[in-house]
């Protein structure tokens, strides 16, 4: 990852490697919003970022890295976890923020990252680690909390119960094979829910229904 700019003590005053830095930031996620990684060049960015080429590659070694600390930078932001009283309450809030987000121009560039990341496994590695695995370790532990208190079954395995509510997401987003909406997110929680839950929960349910 590329240094901040206020840590940058060679090359060009403070005050221009930063002008320098939030330009560049600007013409990556301009371009993306335009057309897709595979399409984007370094001449291109440089060009629109008003920047030499060499100056591009002096602060990230490629194209995907500097695509990578946009994403970071502009995008991504940081891991917030949603307040709630139950970890359903707060697996849901998780769910709609993902699709609100993918349906943005953070959901195309995520869609290119996992694209490029088919020839080069560095970057899946890299949006793993610095992106996912922060935000699947918390539900993890939202999931370990939900067992505590008796929502879920004690004996689910958390990784695989994530995957079950997730993966259909990112299968919609990358496939496009149908609507990305909060109704789709409810459902699918809703229903994966359902196979996990104790089973004096679903017999109280059950009966429930049926009075």
Known sequence: MPKPASTIRRGR??????ESHAAIMDAVYELLEKRPASE??????????????????KWWPSKAALIMAMFYERLAGKLEAPKG??????????????????????????????????SDPSILKE??????????????????????NGEFAP???????????????????????GPLTEQFGSDLIGQTLRGVRPASTKSHRGKAARG
């Open 40 to 57: 984007l060049t370094m001449e291109a960015i440089a060009r629109r970022a008003k920047v030499g080429k060499p100056t591009l590659y």
């Open 155 to 177: 004996d689910i395995d958390p990784e695989l119960l994530i995957d079950s509510m997730f993966a259909p997401v990112y299968y919609r987003m990358l496939l496009r094979l």
């Open 13 to 18: 005053p403070l005050s221009q490697a930063a």
């Open 85 to 118: 009283a139950t970890a359903e309450g707060v697996i849901r809030a998780k769910m709609r923020h993902l699709i609100k987000e993918f349906n943005g121009l953070f959901g195309k560039v995520m869609a290119d990252l996992i694209a490029e990341g088919q």
């Open 127 to 148: 949006l793993y680690e610095g992106h996912i695995k922060l935000r699947r370790e918390s539900t993890v532990a939202d999931i370990e909390r939900g067992k505590a």
